[in-house]
């Protein structure tokens, strides 16, 4: 697909579809980890509750992203609103790197006060602290929105 045919997505879409994902992880996780911890599990005021529970909560959600990543460019929630995760300067699919190190740029981008996800709302390329550590943009086929998308092709 052409650049001009594509759309940056914004704050608010992202929100929406970080919901939708949000959901199918605690759909798949939350009843894995009360089948194995019990219903004393929500009483534990410990992070962490043992080593399944660091697997289903943190390692699980992680590469399941990660791998709809790699192989949809999207993850359920991108997917319902059209959206797909593209290299900023090439408009390719990116790399496991760079899709490895935005799944760790959402922990930074959380830290303070959520700000690097805010980040979307004001940024002209709609990325946040995550995108541009790794050098994605988030992309959708043009239907509304005021700016086409551009590659920049010198950084």
């Not at 879409?13 to 939708?20: E, H």
Request: glycine content about 10%.
């Amino acid at each position: 697909m052409e650049a001009m045919d594509l759309e940056y997505v914004g704050f608010w879409s992202r929100v929406g579809a970080s919901i939708i994902d949000s959901l199918l992880v605690a759909v798949i996780c939350l009843p894995l980890v009360t089948w194995l911890y019990g219903g004393d599990y929500w009483l534990d005021p410990r992070l962490i509750k043992g080593p399944l529970d660091f697997l289903i909560s943190w390692i699980l959600p992680a590469v399941g992203i990660v791998l709809f990543w790699i192989y949809r460019q999207a993850t359920p929630g991108k997917m319902a609103i059209s959206a797909r995760i593209v290299d900023a300067k090439t408009g390719q699919a990116p790399s496991t790197r760079q899709l490895v190190i935005r799944y760790l740029g959402y922990f930074i981008s959380t830290i303070p006060f959520g700000l690097g996800l805010m980040w979307v709302g004001f940024d002209p390329r709609k990325q946040g602290w995550h995108d541009k550590l790794a050098g994605t943009v988030v992309v959708r086929p043009r239907n509304r929105g005021p700016a086409a998308v551009s590659f920049d092709q010198k950084t």
